[in-house]
Nanobody, 115 residues
Framework: QVQLVESGGGLVQAGGSLRLSCAASRSTFSFNTMDWYRQAPGNKRELVAAITSSGTTTYADSVKGRFTISRDDAKNTVYLQMNSLKSEDTSTYYC?????????WGQGTQVTVSS
């Protein structure tokens, strides 16, 4: 069984920064991809950023240039550095991973950006 535990969410003013962390219970070397999704009330869950085992990254257009995804395999952790936050970034952020064909989700962490 794989567990993903997010942390780092909170309340921040517009223009501020937060760093989310996703700690995995298994070596992140074994994950094909690790991603961050977000979902606001009434909205669909959307992909924010993804990173492959080789380090290739992709971003949603809405966060390009502001968010950075990274991984520290020594700590089995994936990060999402969020800068220049906007009110529209307010959402619950979920860590997601695929390992040996199976999908895993974290419990989510709330990010609220006040304007």
């Amino acid at each position: 069984q794989v567990q993903l535990v997010e942390s780092g969410g909170g309340l921040v003013q517009a223009g501020g920064s937060l760093r989310l962390s996703c700690a995995a219970s298994r070596s992140t070397f074994s994950f094909n991809t690790m991603d961050w999704y977000r979902q606001a009330p009434g909205n669909k869950r959307e992909l924010v950023a993804a990173i492959t085992s080789s380090g290739t990254t992709t971003y949603a257009d809405s966060v390009k240039g502001r968010f950075t995804i990274s991984r520290d395999d020594a700590k089995n952790t994936v990060y999402l550095q969020m800068n220049s936050l906007k009110s529209e970034d307010t959402s619950t952020y979920y860590c997601h991973a695929i390992r040996y064909g199976l999908t895993y989700w974290g419990q989510g962490t709330q990010v609220t950006v006040s304007s």
